[in-house]
């Protein structure tokens, strides 16, 4: 085994196999709906997410999911036992800006400061972008890098990650208070259907879209600008016949390029909302 472990967390939504592989841990972001909490686990979708959210409503109490993360104790157990054995770890965990997890990591890691080497990174992305990282650092890892050399790979890789989600509200972005930069334009984007990137971490509305077909069409666009491409992950909520038309078009135009299907982490759509459909580049360098 190598001698630095890989924590991420449940964002980043990366396969089993690949879990297994490098023997990545993943630790869970805890989803709040009204006073109870939920831990984002295997069986735990973005669709349970919207129903119990629903639920909520239904009974008088109007309040959107929180993204939370498990508390000091639970992610310091997660170091220590990955301690016993690896000499060290790097965490990387989704954008600072839309969760918890990365300063409750650090608090976690100061707090046994000493004991184990531990460095906590901040992805500034989100879903297949952090699934990206970890893998990325996790391959790193295996190859023999030290813990200064998995950071300075990630650190590298970070601003060659793009992201960019369809989502036919922001309302669910607007209620988190993740709208960052774009708080001024807010009024004139809430009820219409708005392309959302990622900035620094940000999620950040850019621009109007009209239809579902038109979506698919200006998710390739972004997607071909990039000349570099080395891997595409699509990411989509109640948008099947959309996917299947991007997976088309990106298999006549980029047809050398890995595109894969993840998981719409309830992390992200408790931001985003239902009916999403988003791609994430991960644009080679050297």
Known sequence: ?????????????????????????????????????????DDFSADRLFQLTRENEAGGRRSLPRVEAPDLNSIMDVYQRLGQDAEEIVAIHMSSTLSPMWSQSRKAADMIMGRYRIRVMDSQTTAMGLGMLAELAAEAAEQGADLYEVARIVNGAIPHIYVTFFAETLYYL?????????????????????????????????????????????????????????????????????????????????????????????????????????????????
Do not use: C
């Open 1 to 41: 085994m190598s001698k630095v472990r890989i924590v991420t967390d449940s964002d980043a939504g990366i396969p089993a196999h690949i879990l297994e592989k490098y023997s990545i841990e993943v630790i869970p972001h805890v989803l709040r709906v009204g006073r109870e909490r939920y831990e984002d686990a």
């Open 174 to 286: 607007e209620r988190s208070a993740r709208l960052g930069a774009a708080q001024s334009v807010l009024g004139t984007m809430l009820g219409i259907k708005a392309m959302v990137t990622m900035e620094e971490g940000q999620l950040i509305p850019l621009e109007k879209v009209q239809t579902r077909e038109d979506v698919a069409e200006k998710l390739y666009d972004y997607t071909a600008e990039f000349a570099q491409n080395e891997r595409i992950g699509l990411v989509q909520h109640r948008y099947e016949q959309t996917q299947d038309q991007l997976l088309g078009r990106l298999g006549e135009g980029l047809p050398n390029i890995p595109t894969n299907v993840w998981r719409y982490p309830p992390s992200l759509a408790a931001h985003l909302g239902p009916n999403v459909m988003g791609v994430i580049v991960y644009e080679g360098f050297g």
